[in-house]
């Protein structure tokens, strides 16, 4: 299991979630079955697993039987995305610087989001990617990426505006309406890349949006914001202390709050407000810990027992069980069959 999976802002699941009740599609045995709290997408700046994400994509699919749902909820997006990308994003001159801070700044609208452009002597080529996490990307993941990017930059200009041909990575589809009435290009499938071509014309064309001035203080705004969104939670550092000492046993509170400057009980307080305990947090770690040590199969089951901190297997034995419901042993042996 890799250390970080990557994350996606909450406000995609909320607009998937959004869409499929606009369609009144029951959402609760979705939420249900992938055990999503409707309660913590209002935030901004959540963020969830992209595997996550890909799952419900699949859910959405299976429910409404609509192979193109993710342009739907592209379409959508915007008035869910983060303020602080899509403002500065209307404040530059043009379309084409627009996409130049995309390019930098693209892990805000989703880590996953793999975006690049190719400049040829007549046009544009706009690339959109979904990178993979534990499980392959949703193809709707691209369909939303592209619907968005279009919604976008006809909401900042105000017009109409076209791509002059698009390609699909995916085979050609069975009913191509959706993408005429959303492309109104040539299209291609089985392509090597998922590509808008737009003129020139059109992406250096000034935005009447355009401020120099604001352009400037937003991308002020967003360094800050990249620097506060990078910082490590106080979770996050505890779990740092947890990977570092539980080789030497399991660490108490004490030691923990010792390592990192703060007393037992303001340890207790900020696990708290991120609604954790430390025995919570000690458990999780150790569960993602004998994950990736027998995935890795480098380290026999008495080396991992003692890497997590337990005296003896047999307690190492008894919480896999609870956390997988099966034996270390046959978690590796169902691993390799």
């Known amino acids: 299991m890799d250390e970080k999976s990557i994350k996606t802002p909450s406000s995609w699941v909320r607009a998937i979630i959004d869409t499929l009740v606009a369609r009144q ?41 609509d192979q193109n749902i993710g342009f739907d909820v592209g379409r959508n997006i ?17 379309l084409r610087s627009s996409c130049d801070r995309l390019l930098r700044y693209q892990d805000i609208v989703a880590e996953g989001l793999n975006f690049s452009v190719r400049e040829t002597e ?19 993941a691209i369909k ?7 919604a976008f930059i006809r909401w900042v200009t105000q017009t109409p505006i076209c791509p002059t041909s698009a390609t699909f990575k995916e085979a050609l589809p069975q009913a191509l309406e959706t993408y005429e009435e959303l492309l109104s290009c040539s299209l291609s499938f089985e392509a090597e890349e998922n590509c808008l071509t ?7 064309e000034p935005l009447p949006t355009a401020d120099t001035d604001l352009s400037e203080i937003h991308e002020q705004q967003l360094q800050a914001y990249v620097v506060k969104r990078n910082e490590p939670t106080f979770s996050d550092q505890v779990k740092r202390a947890f990977k570092d000492l539980l080789p030497s046993g399991e660490p108490n509170q004490e030691l923990i709050a010792n390592r990192l400057n703060v007393s037992v009980s303001t340890l207790k307080r900020r696990l708290k407000s991120e609604e954790l305990t430390y ?32 005296s003896q297997s047999s307690a190492f034995t008894r919480a896999f069980r609870r956390w997988q419901g099966e034996s270390p042993s046959q978690y590796l042996a169902n691993s390799n069959a």
């Not at 709290?37 to 994509?57: H, P």
């Not at 737009?198 to 250096?204: E, T």
Request: glycine share 4%; proline share 3%.
């Open 25 to 65: 599609v029951d959402t609760q045995p979705i939420l249900e079955k992938l055990k999503i709290e409707l309660g913590a997408l209002g935030d901004r700046d959540g963020e969830v697993d992209q595997d996550l994400v890909s799952a419900l994509w699949d859910e959405a699919v299976a429910v409404t039987g």
């Open 78 to 94: 915007l008035a869910l995305l983060n303020p602080v990308i899509a403002y500065s994003l209307m404040s530059c001159s043009n």
């Open 198 to 204: 737009f003129s020139k014309q059109d992406l250096l």
């Open 122 to 140: 007549q046009s544009y080529h706009l690339i959109f990617d979904i990178l993979p996490d534990r499980r392959a990307p949703s193809s709707q």
């Open 279 to 310: 025995n919570t947090l000690l458990d999780a770690t150790r569960h993602e810990l004998a994950l990736r040590h027998l995935q890795q199969q480098k380290l026999s089951l008495t080396e991992i027992t003692y890497l997590l901190g337990f």
């Open 144 to 150: 939303s990426a592209i619907a968005a990017f279009l």
